[in-house]
């Protein structure tokens, strides 16, 4: 007589090592990266907006694993749950043989086994998270006390067209912005990024908008800026491009 309960679980499919392999190396990877910009001391600027992406993309990552680890955990209490209706089932049936009895308590252990190292897995993921979450706020609480470096006022020449200006600039969390007055009367505003001593900007003209785009550099001692500059908004004879620069004269 055929084993009513002689029924084959389909098993959860299997996922690939490989990429498993590759998300744990990628978050080496970037914890180190963190780790030392954590170590060299810097807390504004641009590292926390540098830190404050990596963690973004740490706590993606972990989220990512987690939902594939839930997955894993529903499928694996599933098959407890089948192994535990069908050895019930099993033992309502005198006709069983005792050695099949036997054979579905081993695989109800088994599959109970499964199911609670897959349950720890979930949770230790989710403890994962809560500590990238609350890693990622102290870095966006840091960004938002970061002190602003205020630049002073400086002399500022783009070239003949407009004559000498003047600009006050001042930088935070590697974002400097300044306004700005020329002796043509134009006005407006200076807005971009600032790392290391490199600057990349843009011009946004009051009455033009944004009328050009700059590059330029920072001295060591941090009294002069020099760099290019490209015009975006092209007036009849006016220059395309050109050299600009800029000194300190009020701290």
């Known amino acids: 007589m055929p084993d009513p309960t002689d029924k084959r679980r389909p098993k959860p499919p ?30 504004s600027g641009q590292s926390l907006v540098t830190l404050r992406d990596i963690e973004k993309r740490l706590l993606e990552a972990k989220l990512s694993e987690f939902r594939a680890a839930h997955e894993a955990e529903i499928s694996a209490t599933r098959e407890a749950t089948a192994a535990t209706q069908e050895l019930r089932q099993a033992l309502g049936n005198l006709e069983i043989p005792v050695e099949r009895l036997r054979g579905l308590e081993s695989e109800l252990a088994i599959a109970r086994s499964v199911a609670d190292r897959r349950q720890n ?24 006390e970061a002190v602003v470096d205020e630049w002073g006022t ?15 600039l001042r930088s935070e969390a590697g974002r400097i912005e300044g ?19 490199r600057l990349q900007l843009e011009r946004i003209d009051a009455q033009r908008g944004r009328d050009r785009t700059l590059e330029g550099t920072l001295s060591a001692d941090r009294s002069s800026l020099r760099g290019t500059w490209v015009a975006t908004e ?18």
């Not at 990429?19 to 910009?37: E, F």
Request: hydrophobic fraction near 40%.
């Open 14 to 43: 299997s996922r690939d090592p490989g990429q498993g392999a590759l998300r744990t190396v990628a978050a080496v990877l970037a914890v180190s990266i963190a780790g030392s910009l954590l170590a060299s001391g810097v807390a």
């Open 121 to 144: 897995e979930a949770a230790r993921l989710r403890h994962e998270i809560y500590d990238r979450m609350e890693r990622l706020g102290e870095i966006e609480a840091a960004l938002d």
């Open 154 to 168: 400086w002399t500022i020449d783009f070239g003949p067209d407009e004559g000498p200006g003047r600009v006050t």
């Open 179 to 197: 306004q700005y007055t020329m002796q043509s009367g134009r006005r407006g505003v200076l807005r971009g990024s600032f790392s290391g001593n």
């Open 234 to 251: 092209l007036g009849s004879g006016e220059q395309t491009s050109g050299v600009w620069r800029a000194v300190r004269i009020e701290p």
